[in-house]
């Protein structure tokens, strides 16, 4: 299990999240349905998160300006084999952002470590009733939790102090990247608060706001690997972050989209090369 947030019911297939609401943590149901989803919730913030659940499961995501004919015939056939695809918005901005900021410049593996060992360190337990919600689920870090783990914990967790610090400067500004909710699915404002805040850059910014905001034109530039997938899929060589975001400014507005549909249709570089250490420096 990768995140103590989150975690997925095999026998049932239904998905748990908590989150935290501008009243309270809540803790999220979703059990798929043959008609869509059930929901149910707990916790202060339980209404808050049923009235937010539609977006974070697509609604209001609009597809309809991008036109199939003007993407390549494979890409095209993804989009018609998943017509309910469409860009989560989970309306938590810094909630989105802390995660981002721990996968700058490592690998995903080291990331999820460094999450996973902070919130069994520090985090509270997912509110509903005992003997129900998962013993191992906790609430995503507070601000204020964020900003109080000692210097030692961090060190343990394997995060450097580059990282450290971002987080606790975002943490600080968290109250005011909320309201940039209030500006619709992303857009240059949005990702010009985001980078107001030293260390956070152009792939940090667009990892937030594609699952805060839904934004659908926030590609992750500066990405260990998406540019070469981005280029082998759209010209059938390997690129770097120049070539790609030529190669996807004919879809301005739905860049994310196009990137979604590459992802899904397996259409990435050929697996060739060295991969990134991973490192630990944690405490033996």
Request: proline share 8%; charged share 25%; aromatic share 8%.
């Amino acid at each position: 299990m990768h995140d103590p947030t989150m975690w997925r019911n095999p026998a049932t297939g239904d998905w748990w999240r908590v989150t935290r609401t501008p009243d309270g943590v809540a803790t999220l149901v979703i059990r798929p349905t043959r008609f869509g989803a059930r929901l149910v919730a707990f916790g202060d913030g339980a209404e808050w998160a049923i009235a937010a659940a539609p977006e974070l499961l697509g609604r209001g995501d609009d597809w309809s300006g991008l036109d199939p004919r003007t993407l390549p015939p494979a890409l095209a056939e993804v989009w018609r084999r998943n017509p309910g695809l469409h860009l989560t918005r989970t309306g938590a901005v810094f909630e989105s952002l802390a995660p981002a900021i721990l996968e700058q410049k490592i690998t995903t593996l080291e990331a999820r470590r460094a999450w996973r060992y902070l919130h069994r360190r520090f985090a509270g337990a997912a509110p509903g009733p005992e003997g129900l919600v998962p013993r191992h689920l906790r609430a995503p870090l507070s601000p204020e939790q964020w900003r109080a783990i000692p210097v030692w914990e961090w060190h343990r967790a394997g995060v450097d102090l580059s990282r450290r610090s971002t987080i606790q400067r975002a943490a600080a500004s968290a109250t005011g990247l909320e309201r940039t909710l209030e500006l619709g699915r992303g857009c240059e404002a949005v990702t010009a608060r985001l980078r107001s805040i030293p260390g956070i850059g152009v792939w940090t910014a667009a990892e937030t706001t594609q699952r805060s905001h839904g934004d659908p034109d926030a590609p992750s530039f500066g990405d260990y690997h998406l540019a070469g997938h981005i280029t082998w899929a759209l010209s059938g060589e390997v690129g770097d972050d120049l070539a790609a975001a030529a190669l996807l400014e004919p879809w301005r507005g739905h860049r994310q989209r196009v990137v979604r549909l590459i992802g899904l249709a397996g259409a990435g570089k050929p697996r060739r090369g060295p991969r990134m250490t991973v490192e630990d420096h944690r405490d033996r």
